[in-house]
């Protein structure tokens, strides 16, 4: 609550522009958090997706930088300070010791967290963006709201078909 007093918000656009800003510094701090994940995984499948992941979110810092300009507006990060815990508690099982396959079903466990705010911040740009009249960064968001929907059922799929499995056996 004390961080929106620092704030001023007297249009929905400045509402937007903030989002949009935490947005772009939540991806810029996961293009260097993914590697760290890759690293970790002992799934190939799980490093796989991971790796994948990471192109999409360099692709991502590059959609939100044509908000930006479609929005007439210096691309600019906020800090995200909702992105920071996420990866903390993420750097956590990066430290941790065990049974790789609960290792790796830790990872996903981070990885979706991390998908999952992701998806309710660019659904609430992407309808800001609507509300706003900017259709074409509303496609803009919306294309990465789809890849991030995408990424998240990719991890529930490896979960429930192998790292799962294999933690279970452990």
Same mark, same amino acid.
């Given at each position: =609550?004390?961080? +929106? #007093? ?5 249009? %929905? ?6 989002? !949009?800003? /935490? ?59 909702? =992105?920071?815990? +996420? #990866? ?5 099982? %990066? ?6 396959? !609960?290792? /790796? ?66």
């Amino acid at each position: =609550m004390g961080l +929106l #007093l620092t704030k001023k918000f007297d249009t %929905l656009n400045d509402l937007f522009v903030d989002q !949009v800003k /935490d947005l772009y510094d939540a991806e810029q701090r996961l293009t260097k958090a993914i590697p760290h994940m890759v690293e970790a995984a002992q799934s190939p499948e799980l490093k796989s997706a991971f790796e994948h992941h990471l192109k999409e979110t360099e692709g991502q810092v590059k959609r939100l930088e044509k908000v930006f300009e479609l929005i007439d507006t210096k691309p600019d990060r906020e800090t995200c300070d909702a =992105m920071k815990g +996420l #990866l903390s508690e993420g750097d956590e099982v %990066l430290d941790s010791d065990g049974d790789p396959s !609960v290792i /790796d079903a830790a990872l996903i466990a981070a990885a979706q967290r991390v998908e999952h705010y992701e998806m309710a911040g660019y659904g609430t740009a992407r309808t800001l963006a609507r509300q706003l009249g900017l259709e074409q960064v509303a496609e803009l968001l919306q294309q990465t709201l789809n890849e991030e929907s995408a990424a998240d059922d990719k991890l529930t799929h490896i979960a429930e078909t192998s790292v799962n499995v294999a933690a279970a056996t452990s």
